[in-house]
């Protein structure tokens, strides 16, 4: 197993060698679109609010009552605090302090700590499970278009019918069968979507299969490893990028979308969990349910963002 | 040639269509049977407390859903069972899982209808208006709306149109009302809302494959033709241009609803308290009503199966340049 591990980095290393005349180029091209340089640096100060972040916030799991529901910075709300000693309820005027930036729940725990960790939490999600469903998108549709035949159909079947259920609901079904463990959940999305990759890097390996460098190669007796490796694969790799960078947003919702349904890990504090929690508290804290559907918004939007700039970028027919 | 060309490719098509039926049935047998949990799970709580033996009540209950039979016996049952109609028993409301679906399949159609009308009414409009000026501050203007549409969360755009129009402005109840009749104004009200927040995500897509697709084809010879014949730019645009148009588009219409539609009525069902088959599924995750967790999912799948067959056929039958060998 190790040494089978060993001999697969062994191959493929030499072919990660970054080409970096090539990647200035495509920064050049992708520098062109201001909205995606926009979505990039949105995105490298998230990652590094996520990494980072977590050592300067307060901790996210703090329960206080006696400071619950209070609202953000620049805000104030009337909550009527009930007093022990007269047993009567009086309405009190509350407003946001800098403790508490983002404010707290109806727990008392901060906003901002819980926005952070979440954070953290919502771009694993997202990069695992995308990285899982593109490596196995990449092996279904490479393969199939170079096994070619009954295998090729087979897969190709096989692809159509994970590709017929809804993506949602198949999710909703796994999770429930399965249990809503964080891990088990980055593992169903990334085994139900790999499907449009495989689709996509099919037809793409289909059509270089016939190209003039492949069959040169195979003429000269590269065998089919070499060929797939390294000259398929490194030929698709901005596509890969493309996909990944759309797929991205896409998972980070779908778990979101699980937990906002209850289906999420309850002990893994998720922007949608936080969500979820929120919806709730609709007329006491209405900012518990606003600040992580901005954030979830706010990172989809620049995924999108980025991914349209880049496959401008790597497509040659498209003047920018 | 002609007529017994489209027949036999609507039977090859059929055909394929069962074989993969099939295969997402097999599926979903497969994922309910490597499941950890088991009917008799939801017993066990009681079979402790009156002081049964568990291992014996366990081996009743598999034994009366067949559970302990061989797995191919299981697996052919199964289908069997499907194909009669027979889904299976929902405890938690106490009926035939083919019987709850019939109660409250309408509620999704309803949404479902209504959000894709909505969104692909307007979205063709502002598609085609976009593309016809393109590069104004209004074609700008709407592709940034429209990249935003895409990016928002639906569940959480429901989730802050209740907290705007219904927790602070008070126009629309926050919950959906069931004793509505289903052909009522105040019921199209209800609505609104949700209609919204499925239809959002849906017209930003539509607005951009409209505008592209408009775009493709503004640019084709045929057009510079019929405006150099001196057709008012009315009829270029509507007749020539956008019909070439729409033969994408309905497929992706088509593709969307089975895709992302689904899953959004389902989201949107839940947060607006509409009693569709999504909160019928959502109901019945919590009282871990396997048989109904499992039909939903079936059926959301049977249906794009079918869909994506109507849509093929019908695509064959309105571009005779399309033959599929």
């Known amino acids: 197993m190790i040494r089978g591990l060993q001999d697969i980095i062994r191959k493929v290393r030499p072919h990660l060698r970054l080409n970096t005349r090539l990647i200035n180029y495509y920064w050049q091209r992708t520098k062109r679109n201001k909205l995606a340089v926009a979505g990039l640096s949105f995105l490298i100060f998230l990652v590094a609010l996520a990494i980072i972040g977590p050592f300067f916030t307060l901790d996210p799991t703090e329960v206080n009552f006696e400071e619950k529901n209070i609202p953000p910075v620049g805000f104030g709300i009337e909550q009527s605090v009930y007093n022990i000693e007269t047993d009567e309820f009086t309405t009190k005027e509350i407003h946001g302090t800098w403790r508490h930036p983002l404010g707290t729940d109806s727990k008392g725990r901060d906003m901002l700590a819980m926005i952070v960790s979440g954070a953290r939490i919502s771009l694993l999600v997202g990069l695992i499970a995308t990285g899982i469903a593109i490596i196995l998108g990449t092996i279904i549709g490479v393969l199939s278009a170079y096994l070619g035949g009954w295998a090729d159909n087979a897969l190709m079947r096989f692809t159509d019918v994970m590709m017929t259920f809804p993506f949602f609901l198949l999710l909703v079904l796994i999770v429930f069968i399965f249990g809503s463990n964080l891990a088990f959940i980055v593992l169903a999305i990334g ?93 006491t804290a209405w900012w518990v349910a606003v600040e992580p559907g901005i954030m979830l918004f706010l990172t989809v939007l620049a995924f999108n963002f980025l991914g349209d700039g880049l496959r401008d970028a790597f497509d040659p027919k498209s003047n920018i | ?43 066990l709580a009681n079979i402790a407390a009156t002081g049964q033996d568990p291992a014996q009540v366990t081996a009743a209950i598999d034994a009366r859903y067949g559970l302990d039979k061989p797995i191919l016996v299981q697996y052919a049952d199964y289908m069997g069972n499907l194909f009669r109609g027979n889904w299976g028993w929902s405890f938690s409301t106490s009926m035939p899982v083919i019987e709850l679906i019939k109660t409250h399949w309408i509620y999704s159609f309803q949404l479902i209808l209504l959000s894709s009308l909505f969104a692909a009414f307007l979205g063709i409009l502002i598609g085609i208006y976009s593309a016809v000026k393109q590069y104004t501050k209004t074609d700008y203007a709407f592709t940034f709306i429209s990249f935003t549409g895409i990016s928002i969360p639906n569940f959480w755009l429901g989730v802050m149109l209740i907290l705007i129009f219904s927790v602070k402005l008070g126009l629309f ?87 992302i539609v689904f899953g959004g009525a389902y989201l949107t069902e839940i947060i607006f308290g509409i009693p569709g088959l999504g909160q019928v599924s959502f109901n019945a995750i919590f009282a871990n009503d396997y048989p109904v967790v499992v039909a939903v999912t079936l059926i959301g799948t049977f249906l794009v199966l079918l869909i994506n067959l109507m849509t093929d056929i019908t695509y064959t039958y309105l571009d005779p340049r399309i033959r599929y060998d």
Do not use: C
């Open chain 1, 191 to 283: 085994l139900t979507g790999w499907t449009g990759t495989a689709r996509l890097l099919r037809s793409e390996s289909l059509s270089l299969r016939t190209r003039e460098f492949i069959t040169a190669a195979k003429a000269m007796g590269a065998s089919d490893n070499r060929v797939i490796f390294r000259h398929l694969i490194p030929n698709v790799i901005s596509l890969i990028i493309v996909i990944a960078t759309l797929s991205i947003p896409g998972v980070i919702l779908a778990e979101a979308a699980l937990s906002f349904i209850g289906l999420g890990d309850p002990t893994v504090p998720s922007w949608g969990i936080i969500l979820e929690a929120g919806q709730h508290s609709l007329n």
């Open chain 2, 1 to 43: 040639m002609g007529k017994s060309w489209l027949r036999d490719y609507i039977i090859k098509r059929l055909i394929y269509s069962i074989i993969i039926a099939f295969g997402v049935i097999t599926i979903t047998f497969i994922l309910v049977r490597v499941g950890p949990s088991s009917p008799a799970d939801k017993y």
């Open chain 2, 173 to 259: 109840k926050t919950y959906y009302d069931t004793t509505l009749p289903l052909f009522s104004i105040d019921n199209l009200k209800a609505l609104v809302l949700p209609v919204i927040t499925l239809g959002t995500g849906m017209l930003a897509g539509y607005v951009r494959y409209t505008r592209s697709a408009m775009l493709d084809n503004l640019r084709k010879a045929f057009v510079t033709t019929a405006r150099a014949k001196g057709l008012p730019e009315r009829t270029v645009i509507g007749k020539h241009v956008f019909r070439n148009a729409m033969l994408p588009l309905i497929t992706i219409i088509m593709f969307d609803l089975g895709s």
